[in-house]
């Protein structure tokens, strides 16, 4: 049976190891200096950084201080719940079962491999840490006097400390990566550094963490492959149309307004996963706007020339294109801002081509924008813009980083244990490539959006923003609208998405999908996942709006496009790319999609 023994740290080979820790000192050591050189005269957390949280702690401490007996309470309440489990610790090491004083979430994947439930001493790390996460973040969110802001920011600092200090994101304490260290005589250390010492390369000094294979896909030819040409571009996007797959197309064409926060092709993923060619294959003629990736030399750029030179200049492209004025169009995230933003721009000039408007986890009004709002006060923006102002834009990285600290378990520390303590490579995923393809912000827009969205709200009021000098009041929208939301959406909160489409003057369908803003999206009905919601009345409580809706299995997309062909105005014969006003430019996906910036 010999041959079956695990292997243990003195199996390793003394020269095979001496050879991996050369070639990995070799190459950490010009890393380490070249990351020295960059970051002379500079710092990762900045003064401004340091001083906010400072001021968010102390007055914490402050209101902490002020109510002895309420923690001197939550103190012995933890000391006896921590003494019960070391009690029973201790039995379990003498053999006897007892139930936990603690047991992680169903959802929560760390703590899934057999050695925290069957070993006691795991099993013991694992209870302390959730025992112990759990009267910090419960004596945080208890103290009493913090404006609903500055409780929301501490509560998400706090959490991510606690996400940061779980046993599994450390060697000793991690029974999966401490088996693996046995078994593979240490060499996923040293393929972790490897991996750990690449990332940093990658990001010029700054950690950025694969979270898939970066060679693994390729626009073009693995994503973003539905057949289609460029008909039109401008500085700030190209216009994309597809070829049919119908002999037949609805009259009134589509035009998606995608976010540019990140890239279009989140709509055409692969074919089995593509919004876009399930469009295409239900006989409509669609359009999509693909964003430039823009460097500083677009920086004055504002939300209002995205208007002009993005919707605006597509919607022309679609009527050359086609002979058609009427279109129906759809606005994703951001790209669902601008359009609600657009469409009273239009009502005020009496345009009135835009027959139809879908916004998808599209937020209008910025009372409770999610978990995006700690990041959003005067003290925070003034320092970004700063920043940006320097740049000229925002770094994509940096807002990528910004989201994924959102679901810092599933999108940071489960990569960092998987990549730098297990050694492993990260899985090839077409949504995780599409994540961290990240697109720049200009600065000029940026601020703008941040400042009047995200900080004063300024959109839900009528006339509290002008655009080309025409004041927007969403109100006068009477186009017909349908609005799908995720109910798990910690971006697009669906309560504030729900609130947004009352807005709008005109009559609005509001659908309520499962999961999360970008999965309850990319939902096509073949995998029959999740579910959705559907009520016909749109009562002021949205609470009170899922009550009463009627539940349905699946996918929403047959639902939308049967709300999409009452207003498709016929049939006409199918067009191609090309075959209207417009000459091609280039193949879809274009090349302002593979525009990168390091």
């Not at 509560?155 to 990566?177: G, H, K």
């Not at 009527?319 to 609600?340: D, F, H, I, K, P």
């Not at 999740?530 to 009520?535: I, L, P, S």
């Given at each position: 049976?010999?041959?079956?023994?695990?292997?243990?740290?003195?199996?390793?080979?003394?020269?095979?190891?001496?050879?991996?820790?050369?070639?990995?000192?070799?190459?950490?050591?010009?890393?380490?200096?070249?990351?020295?050189?960059?970051?002379?005269?500079?710092?990762?957390?900045?003064?401004?950084?340091?001083l906010h949280m400072s001021r968010l702690f102390q007055d914490l401490y402050t209101r902490l201080m002020s109510d002895p007996v309420a923690l001197a309470q939550a103190q012995v309440t933890f000391w006896h719940e921590y003494m019960s489990l070391v009690q029973n610790a201790t039995l379990r090491m003498m053999g006897v079962e007892?139930?936990?004083?603690?047991?992680?979430?169903?959802?929560?994947?760390?703590?899934?491999?057999?050695?925290?439930?069957?070993?006691?001493?795991?099993?013991?790390?694992?209870?302390?840490?959730?025992?112990?996460?759990?009267?910090?973040?419960?004596?945080?969110?208890?103290?009493?006097?913090?404006?609903?802001?500055?409780?929301?920011?501490?509560?998400?600092?706090?959490?991510?400390?606690?996400?940061?200090?779980?046993?599994?994101?450390?060697?000793?304490?991690?029974?999966?990566?401490?088996?693996?260290?046995?078994?593979?005589?240490?060499?996923?250390?040293?393929?972790?550094?490897?991996?750990?010492?690449?990332?940093?390369?990658?990001?010029?000094?700054?950690?950025?963490?694969?979270?898939?294979?970066?060679?693994?896909?390729?626009?073009?030819?693995?994503?973003?492959?539905?057949?289609?040409?460029?008909?039109?571009?401008?500085?700030?996007?190209?216009?994309?149309?597809?070829?049919?797959?119908?002999?037949?197309?609805?009259?009134?064409?589509?035009?998606?307004?995608?976010?540019?926060?990140?890239?279009?092709?989140?709509?055409?993923?692969?074919?089995?996963?593509?919004?876009?060619?399930?469009?295409?294959?239900?006989?409509?003629?669609?359009?999509?706007?693909?964003?430039?990736?823009?460097?500083?030399?677009?920086?004055d750029k504002s939300f209002e020339d995205y208007m002009r030179e993005g919707v605006l200049a597509a919607m022309d492209a679609v009527e050359q294109a086609t002979g058609e004025s009427e279109m129906n169009m759809v606005g994703y995230c951001l790209g669902g801002t601008l359009l609600g933003s657009t469409l009273a721009y239009l009502?005020?000039?009496?345009?009135?081509?835009?027959?139809?408007?879908?916004?998808?986890?599209?937020?209008?009004?910025?009372?409770?924008?999610?978990?995006?709002?700690?990041?959003?006060?005067?003290?925070?923006?003034?320092k970004l813009e700063r920043q940006m102002n320097e740049l000229g834009y925002l770094p994509g990285p940096q807002m990528a980083a910004t989201m994924s600290s959102l679901r810092a378990n599933d999108l940071i520390w489960s990569f960092f244990v998987n990549n730098y303590l297990q050694g492993e490579d990260p899985f090839p995923f077409?949504?995780?490539?599409?994540?961290?393809?990240?697109?720049?912000?200009?600065?000029?827009?940026?601020?703008?959006?941040?400042?009047?969205?995200?900080?004063?709200?300024?959109?839900?009021?009528?006339?509290?923003?002008?655009?080309?000098?025409?004041?927007?009041?969403?109100?006068?929208?009477?186009?017909?609208?349908?609005?799908?939301?995720?109910?798990?959406?910690?971006?697009?909160?669906?309560?504030?998405?729900?609130?947004?489409?009352?807005?709008?003057?005109?009559?609005?369908?509001?659908?309520?999908?499962?999961?999360?803003?970008?999965?309850?999206?990319?939902?096509?009905?073949?995998?029959?996942?999740?579910?959705?919601?559907?009520?016909?009345?749109?009562?002021?409580?949205?609470?009170?709006?899922?009550?009463?809706?009627?539940?349905?299995?699946?996918?929403?997309?047959?639902?939308?496009?049967?709300?999409?062909?009452?207003?498709?105005?016929?049939?006409?014969?199918?067009?191609?790319?090309?075959?209207?006003?417009?000459?091609?430019?280039?193949?879809?996906?274009?090349?302002?999609?593979?525009?990168?910036?390091?």
């Amino acid at each position: 049976m010999a041959e079956n023994r695990s292997a243990t740290p003195t199996d390793v080979d003394p020269q095979e190891l001496a050879q991996s820790l050369s070639e990995i000192a070799a190459k950490s050591q010009q890393l380490v200096k070249d990351f020295l050189a960059r970051q002379e005269g500079t710092s990762q957390l900045s003064m401004d950084d340091a001083l906010h949280m400072s001021r968010l702690f102390q007055d914490l401490y402050t209101r902490l201080m002020s109510d002895p007996v309420a923690l001197a309470q939550a103190q012995v309440t933890f000391w006896h719940e921590y003494m019960s489990l070391v009690q029973n610790a201790t039995l379990r090491m003498m053999g006897v079962e007892t139930e936990p004083v603690r047991r992680p979430h169903p959802k929560d994947k760390r703590f899934r491999h057999e050695s925290w439930e069957e070993s006691p001493l795991f099993d013991f790390i694992k209870q302390s840490y959730l025992l112990t996460a759990d009267y910090v973040h419960t004596t945080v969110k208890n103290v009493e006097g913090l404006d609903d802001k500055t409780e929301r920011q501490i509560d998400f600092y706090t959490r991510q400390f606690i996400d940061a200090m779980s046993p599994s994101n450390f060697l000793a304490t991690n029974p999966e990566v401490l088996q693996k260290t046995v078994e593979t005589r240490g060499q996923n250390l040293l393929r972790g550094l490897n991996n750990l010492l690449e990332d940093l390369e990658r990001g010029n000094g700054k950690l950025n963490i694969s979270m898939t294979d970066p060679e693994a896909f390729e626009v073009g030819r693995d994503l973003a492959v539905t057949p289609g040409k460029v008909v039109a571009q401008t500085e700030l996007c190209q216009v994309i149309q597809y070829a049919p797959s119908t002999e037949e197309v609805a009259r009134r064409p589509v035009l998606f307004v995608p976010p540019w926060i990140n890239k279009y092709y989140i709509l055409d993923m692969r074919p089995k996963n593509s919004l876009i060619r399930y469009l295409v294959e239900q006989g409509q003629t669609v359009f999509t706007i693909s964003w430039r990736n823009p460097d500083a030399s677009l920086a004055d750029k504002s939300f209002e020339d995205y208007m002009r030179e993005g919707v605006l200049a597509a919607m022309d492209a679609v009527e050359q294109a086609t002979g058609e004025s009427e279109m129906n169009m759809v606005g994703y995230c951001l790209g669902g801002t601008l359009l609600g933003s657009t469409l009273a721009y239009l009502e005020a000039k009496g345009d009135k081509r835009v027959q139809s408007a879908s916004f998808f986890t599209a937020l209008l009004d910025f009372e409770q924008p999610g978990e995006l709002e700690v990041f959003i006060d005067e003290d925070q923006l003034d320092k970004l813009e700063r920043q940006m102002n320097e740049l000229g834009y925002l770094p994509g990285p940096q807002m990528a980083a910004t989201m994924s600290s959102l679901r810092a378990n599933d999108l940071i520390w489960s990569f960092f244990v998987n990549n730098y303590l297990q050694g492993e490579d990260p899985f090839p995923f077409d949504l995780l490539y599409w994540n961290q393809d990240s697109t720049n912000m200009p600065a000029r827009m940026h601020a703008f959006y941040l400042r009047n969205m995200y900080l004063e709200n300024r959109l839900r009021e009528p006339g509290g923003i002008e655009l080309g000098g025409v004041p927007i009041d969403l109100s006068t929208v009477k186009t017909p609208a349908y609005f799908i939301s995720a109910r798990e959406d910690h971006i697009a909160p669906w309560q504030a998405t729900y609130q947004g489409a009352r807005l709008l003057g005109g009559s609005t369908k509001f659908v309520l999908g499962g999961s999360g803003h970008i999965a309850g999206i990319i939902n096509p009905p073949e995998k029959n996942k999740y579910c959705y919601w559907t009520n016909r009345n749109m009562p002021a409580d949205p609470a009170r709006w899922l009550e009463n809706a009627e539940y349905h299995e699946g996918s929403w997309w047959g639902d939308w496009v049967r709300w999409l062909n009452h207003r498709s105005g016929g049939r006409v014969p199918a067009r191609q790319p090309g075959g209207g006003r417009l000459t091609p430019i280039e193949d879809a996906p274009g090349s302002y999609v593979r525009e990168r910036h390091g």
